[in-house]
Structure formats: C-alpha cells, structure tokens
C-alpha cells in the first residue's frame, strides 16, 4: 500500500530533525573532549611553572646568603685597601656601598668605583641571569625587578639581608603568566668576619676576628684574663653592634657587642698602646672615663677597666 505524501512529509521531518541531533551531539562532544584537553593541557603547565618559581624560591634563600657574604667580605676588603671607615668624605655609607656590591659588584666613591674580585659573576644579578637562562630551557620568561637591597641587625651575632623582589613568569606559548613581589630575608652569621674598629684604627697591623666568648669573664680573674688575651667579644648594651662599627659609629645599641684590646698585640706589632679603658669602643673613642688596673691581673699593666665596666666583668680595682 502506498504511503501518503502526508506521511512521507512526517518521516522526512523526523529523519532531519534526528540527524540534526546527531551532528549537534558529536559536535559537542568533539568540543567538550577539545576543550578539556586545552584545560588540562594549561593546568599542567601552570603547575610546571609553578613548581619552577616554588624550587627557585629555595634556591633564592641560597643565592642571598652567599651573595651577601661575599659582599660583606668585599666591603672589609675596600675599607682595608682604602685604610678609612665608611661614611665620611666621599666615601659611601654602609647601606650604599653593601646595595652596589650585592647587584653591581662594585664599590663607589664619589664618580669612580672600584670593582670588587669576589664579587667578579657572583652578583645578585649573575645570580638572576643563571636563573633566566635555566627558566628559558623549559619555555619559561623569567623576569626580575630589584627594588631594594638592606642590610640590618636584629640580634647581636646575625645581620639581615632583605632583598625586595617583583618577579614576573610567563609561558612562552602565552598559556599562562603571573607577577609576584616578596621579600626574601636572609641571616648571616657575624662570626668569623673581621672587626672594622681594629683594622682601621691599627692601620691594617692588628686585625681581630669576631668570634664569641667561650668563657665568662665575670666568674673569675682566670676567665676574664682568657678573655682578654683572645679579644673575645661578649654581648653589651652600651657597646656599638657590628654594623655600626663600620661607620665608626660608637654609640650604644641593643644588639651590640665588645672585645677587650690586648693591647701586648698592638706592642708587639710596634704600635703604642693607649692608656685607656681596654673596652673596644671606648679604646678606640674620644669618651673620658675613670680607669684603673685589675686586681689579679696586674701584671697586665697596659689593662685598664674603666668604672662603668667593672661590675660587668666582676673586677675590682688594684689598691
């Protein structure tokens, strides 16, 4: 029997409509699939990257402490060469010449400068550039902007080193990019770096070491005579802390520190000594005090204890 064109009509519109529905389907399909491999294909690279700036971080705390020692070193070794404390004439002061070494690797004074040879590719920006190159290897724009280099004290034995970064990454296939800024802090331990007032004030004859005291001075004549024959360096709050001393700067602070001058080393090495308070800050000051010798230790007759001293080493004065 022949199907009527009414029918016909009916069926034809069904197949249509049903044929749409399959190519809109698959088109979705093909579109969900599409876009979820994109999506996965970006989380994967957000997360390489991510993974890149978090193990460059660590690395970071690394490259501050060993570009910070260096620079330290090299600020002791320009003050050597130079024979002078910072901050006076046109030399610079601690915080400009501590920022140049660090990124630049270099010491200013006045319009010249002297290049400092441990800094030679161990500056902060050499360190910057490693890093960019090592982020390029994966297709990774590594950008850094230095905003600010300090060096500061919070506690006795240790120096900060702040450096306030703006570090920007971006993929190269444009997938993904981002900017951070941070500080990153680093602790630098003062032991073993040499004592500004000495090398400057002995001409470069007589250094002394910071290095902490291993006995305490005030429990006998014997262990105040240990610490006095090593210049050992104790905790005091009238005293200047390291970073002062490197500006001659002998005022009192909460983080500061002294040594007593053996004065028998400045002999030794055809220096005259002073008849002055053997407290390192004062030695080397202008302050007038009232000194006196020890008793028990008066063989030393070049060791002198001003009165402000003499309860905190425990001593008592030769009659």
Known sequence: MAISKGRKG???????????????????????????????????????????IKGMEKDMGNAIFIVGFRSLLSIEDYMMNHDTF???DDYPSLSVAFEEAFVNGA????????????????????W?????????????????TINDVTISQSEPWQVDVSVDLTISIQDKKNTA????????????????FVDPLYFVNNNGKVNNTIRKTTVDPSASASNLETHLLNSYY????????YLMRFENNLGSSSNGIESLVNSQ????????????SAVDFIYYGSQT??????????????????????????????V
């Open 289 to 318: 005090t009232t000194n006196c010798n020890i008793k028990d230790l008066d063989s030393y007759d070049w060791f002198l204890l001003d009165s402000a001293h003499l309860s905190f080493y425990n001593a008592v004065c030769k």
């Open 128 to 144: 910057t550039q490693r890093m960019k190159s090592q982020a390029n290897k994966t297709d990774i724009g590594l950008g850094f």
């Open 10 to 52: 009916i069926f034809f519109t069904f197949a249509a409509i049903a044929l749409s529905l399959v190519i809109i389907f698959s088109f979705k399909v093909y579109t969900d699939y599409g876009l979820k491999d994109k999506m996965e294909s970006i989380e994967a690279r957000v997360n390489t990257m991510n993974n890149f």
């Open 107 to 126: 010491i200013p004074r006045g319009i010249t400068e002297d290049k400092m040879p441990l800094m030679d590719n161990n500056t902060f920006l050499n």
């Open 265 to 276: 080393k400045l002999i030794d090495a055809g220096l005259t000594e002073k008849s002055r």
């Open 234 to 241: 104790i905790e005091h709050s009238d005293a200047p802390s």
């Open 177 to 192: 990019s981002w900017s951070i800024n941070k500080v990153f802090t680093e602790k630098i331990n003062i032991t073993g």
């Open 86 to 88: 910072l901050n006076v």
